[in-house]
């Protein structure tokens, strides 16, 4: 079945995604690579690990309405465009899937999540949280630069006639 749009369902976890990404993103290099008090570091530190704990099952979620809902027709006529478009998203959907798990098997330290409820470090060995923090910087630089590629390639389609945008609305 060929349908325009997406399901409410998935505009709704599209947004929710695309707001925690881009935050996490952006807050996180800020206080990586920027001189930033202790406190501001460490209140970043918090709130990021703590939503990207919540929206890990939003997540997994999200890529399971991917794989059992209908998707929208294709606006591109050429295959090979269509095959272009479907490796980008599907890179995306992994790409987060290896921050997420990174994230957590980095943790050298309980996982807080607002006071609400405590995930013990799956890991103990400092060796391997150094390799998944290592992991987890090189999968956050290249989220950031597909989720940049991603907001470029809707820009110019849009601008290009081709209306991507408003599959993503309500």
Wanted: hydrophobic share 55%; net charge positive.
């Amino acid at each position: 079945m060929q349908v325009q749009k997406y399901c409410w369902q998935q505009i709704l976890l599209h947004w929710i995604s695309a707001t925690v990404i881009i935050w996490v993103l952006i807050s996180g290099f800020y206080v990586a690579y920027l001189n930033v008090a202790p406190a501001t570091r460490h209140f970043v530190a918090f709130v990021n690990v703590a939503m990207t704990t919540l929206f890990i099952p939003v997540f997994m979620l999200r890529w399971l309405l991917r794989l059992t809902r209908p998707k929208p027709r294709s606006l591109h006529d050429h295959l090979k465009h269509q095959r272009i478009a479907h490796v980008a998203h599907e890179g995306l959907y992994w790409t987060t899937a290896i921050v997420l798990l990174s994230g957590v098997l980095m943790m050298d330290r309980v996982i807080d999540v607002f006071g609400w409820f405590s995930i013990a470090p799956m890991l103990s060995n400092p060796f391997w949280h150094n390799v998944w923090f290592k992991a987890h910087i090189a999968s956050c630089l290249l989220l950031a630069l597909g989720v940049s590629l991603h907001i470029g390639a809707v820009l110019l389609h849009e601008l290009s006639g081709r209306r991507v945008l408003r599959r993503m609305l309500p």
